[in-house]
């Protein structure tokens, strides 16, 4: 089964650093894109950014670009998205997502998504 | 950037009723746009792609249409199940975009 797994919430201080994880398992990681969705709490879907863990290329959107970085780790079939300094503007649901085709194209296989809580 | 922008941003309706939501791209996006359904709590699931595709496993009653900049969501007859919220997406360039959601719920 096709399937990609997050890591668990997390709840930080603003300030604080934080990296999360996406495990794919069931197809050849490497064939695949790997983008990461963002949505606040009550709002919409926000693409921040994918990479192809083939050679790590990362693309980001404008809004993301400087704020978070994405990697992968095609070793352990892992993609992760981290921050430097959370702030409480950065509490949100963070899905990993997969392309149906490997490069551009629709997302057909999700992770269940990791939410992210940033608190004083 | 592209934007995406969906119509109209919520809705009501019965169940068999037909509905129908747009996405309309600031520049044309050729066929490279899918839509999702999410419900509360839930990771967005995977409805249609390249405008008019169906994704394996997607009932009928979910049809897609358009190109360029206009396109079409349309569920035949509404069941109780397809309550929830429809995104539309562009995948023709980075940064791919969603559009802001359409909200269907119960009249």
């Known amino acids: 089964e096709v399937q990609l797994v997050q890591s668990g919430a997390e709840v930080k201080k603003p300030g604080e650093s934080l990296r999360i994880s996406c495990k794919g398992s069931?197809?050849?990681?490497?064939?695949?894109?790997i983008t990461w969705v963002r949505q606040m709490p009550g709002k919409g879907l926000e693409w921040m950014g994918r990479?192809?863990?083939?050679?790590?290329?990362?693309k980001y959107g404008p809004s993301f670009q400087g704020h978070v970085t994405i990697s992968a780790d095609k070793s352990i079939n892992t993609a992760y998205l981290q921050w430097s300094s959370l702030t409480a503007s950065d509490s949100a649901m963070y899905y990993c997502?997969?392309?149906?085709?490997?490069?551009?194209?629709?997302?057909?296989?999700w992770g269940q998504g990791t939410t992210v809580i940033v608190s004083s | 950037d592209i934007q995406m922008t969906q119509s109209p941003s919520s809705l009501s309706a019965s169940v068999g009723d037909r509905v129908t939501i747009t996405c309309r791209a600031s520049?044309?996006?050729?066929?490279?746009l899918n839509w999702y359904q999410q419900k509360p709590g839930k990771a967005p699931k995977f409805l249609i792609y390249?405008?008019?595709s169906l994704q394996s496993g997607v009932p009928s009653r979910f049809s897609g249409s358009g190109s360029g900049t206009d396109f079409t969501l349309t569920i035949s007859s509404l069941q109780p199940e397809d309550f929830a919220t429809y995104y539309c997406?562009?995948?023709?360039?980075?940064?791919?975009?969603f559009g802001q959601g359409t909200k269907v719920d119960v009249k």
């Open positions: 520049q044309s996006i050729s066929r490279n």
């Open positions: 069931g197809y050849s990681f490497t064939s695949y894109w």
């Open positions: 390249d405008a008019s």
């Open positions: 997502a997969r392309p149906t085709r490997g490069g551009d194209s629709g997302m057909d296989v």
């Open positions: 997406h562009q995948s023709y360039m980075a940064p791919q975009t």
């Open positions: 990479i192809d863990p083939s050679d790590s290329y990362t």
